[in-house]
């Protein structure tokens, strides 16, 4: 600004008040005030008023407006630390088993169930009890009077990844994604309350060998429940929420959603701070 | 801008932007409405918006939006129950936040969108003026205005506490 009028003298004012005016300038504005008292006296009546910082106003719908990673990335997340994870449970999983298979010999049905096994949630028959491998045939036994997939929410469970699925994957150039148990509502509580059932799922190949995240099988209902609308739910869902609550707000997860013949799978990548969670929840 | 980028500033901004537009139309769903609106359009265009320039570019957006819904809301002689409430409560507040909310809502629409700007996001007068469409210098004129409107209410014996 060269030159003070009344249009903006205001602007020169605020200028001043703010120590904004280098000397020259200071004394165009004193040669403009001599000239025009009355703005002397808007300038010695200013006390500016500033607004305080507002936090408490918040937008509560972030999560619809963020944009879900794109295909492809949940797959190259796959491609290292099930790899690791696997590895180690696998290894941690022999030296379990080595010595029951020494000296007994499994039956074809225990094999099974132990490729395959149960998260309950609570109330269920077995809500409440912990899974540990050495009572296991006990445990199938008792099993074999209640339907499997019996528990809400279970039937459309994940199996363990067949080799045929994994060597078509590998033949395409890249690897299978990992085999996580597809969580269910409510299934987190269940995994909370009982940690013991969710050990004896450390099964290779399983959630629990691979738990930096999680994939969740969602049913389509109608034709609204697109891609996007389903990952706007899972990522509002009180599931992802137990799973990170400090973190959910500050650091969403990336998710990506692949259509499988079932319908659309999401696979949900937490953050390190959920995996400590997890890890807290597993008592590890 | 990547999408990663573009999550970022759901995650920085998002906020603040609804804290304009709330403040300025004070009027919860329209607010929503608007910010949403806003981020879509970011979305739309965030391979040719640059990260930097991503919020200043929000804020611009959401004032239009912002206006075109003012003027919808009146072409549809849709009554300002916020406004309405307003002027029968007037002196109803109770502390020092209520109060400058009060004088906030006194003040002409460009004196509140300005002042909004610089004091709550920090801008600089010339991005003021970026995303207002003002020249520099209409922009001080505008908040010396406010600031000495707002210092004129505060100060009224009714409204002292």
Request: charged share 30%; hydrophobic share 35%; glycine share 4%.
């Amino acid at each position: 600004m060269t030159t003070i009028n009344k249009n903006n003298i205001e602007a020169w004012l605020l200028d001043y008040s703010e120590g904004q005016l280098n000397e020259q300038e200071l004394a165009l504005l004193e040669a403009f005030l001599a000239e025009n008292p009355e703005y002397r006296q808007w300038l010695s009546d200013f006390e500016p008023v500033y607004l305080p910082e507002e936090e408490s106003i918040v937008f509560k719908k972030k999560e619809t407006l963020l944009k879900p990673a794109a295909s492809g990335r949940i797959l190259r997340f796959s491609f290292v630390f099930p790899r690791l994870m696997a590895a180690a449970a696998l290894l941690a999983a022999i030296a379990l088993l080595w010595p029951r298979f020494q000296n007994q010999k499994i039956n074809p049905e225990m094999r099974a169930s132990l490729a395959s096994p149960e998260i309950r949630l609570p109330g269920t028959p077995h809500a409440g009890k912990e899974h540990t491998l050495r009572g296991q045939e006990e445990k199938n036994k008792k099993n074999e009077s209640i339907p499997r997939h019996e528990t809400p929410g279970l039937a459309n469970r994940t199996t363990l990844p067949e080799t045929k699925e994994n060597e078509q994957e590998k033949e395409k150039g890249r690897e299978a994604p990992f085999h996580a148990e597809p969580l269910q509502k409510g299934m987190i509580a269940s995994i909370a309350q009982n940690p013991g059932y969710y050990r004896y799922s450390e099964i290779p190949g399983w959630y629990g060998s691979t738990p930096v995240a999680m994939k969740h099988t969602l049913p389509v209902q109608n034709e609204e429940r697109t891609p996007a609308n389903l990952m706007e739910s899972l990522l509002r869902s009180e599931m992802a929420r137990a799973f990170i609550p400090e973190t959910l707000e500050e650091d969403l997860p990336q998710a990506d959603i692949q259509n499988n013949d079932g319908g659309p799978v999401v696979y949900l990548k937490l953050p390190p701070a959920g995996k400590k969670i997890i890890d807290k929840f597993l008592n590890r | 801008m990547t999408r990663e980028e573009y999550n970022s500033c759901v995650r920085q901004y998002a906020d603040n932007v609804y804290r304009f537009v709330l403040k300025n139309i004070r009027h919860e769903a329209d607010a929503e409405d608007i910010v949403q609106n806003s981020f879509e359009i970011l979305w739309k265009k965030h391979e040719e918006v640059n990260f930097e320039k991503a919020k200043s570019y929000l804020f611009m957006v959401a004032r239009n939006n912002m206006i075109d819904q003012i003027r919808k809301r009146k072409r549809a002689g849709i009554a300002d129950d916020e406004s309405k409430a307003d002027r029968m409560v007037t002196n109803e507040y109770t502390g020092a936040s209520e109060a400058l909310d009060y004088a906030l809502r006194q003040l002409p629409a460009k004196q509140r969108e300005v002042i909004l700007l610089r004091d709550y996001e920090g801008y600089s007068y010339r991005e003021i003026g970026e995303i207002t469409g003002l020249s520099e210098s209409q922009v001080k004129v505008y908040i010396f205005r406010a600031r000495r409107a707002l210092q004129k209410i505060l100060v009224k014996p009714e409204n002292v506490l």
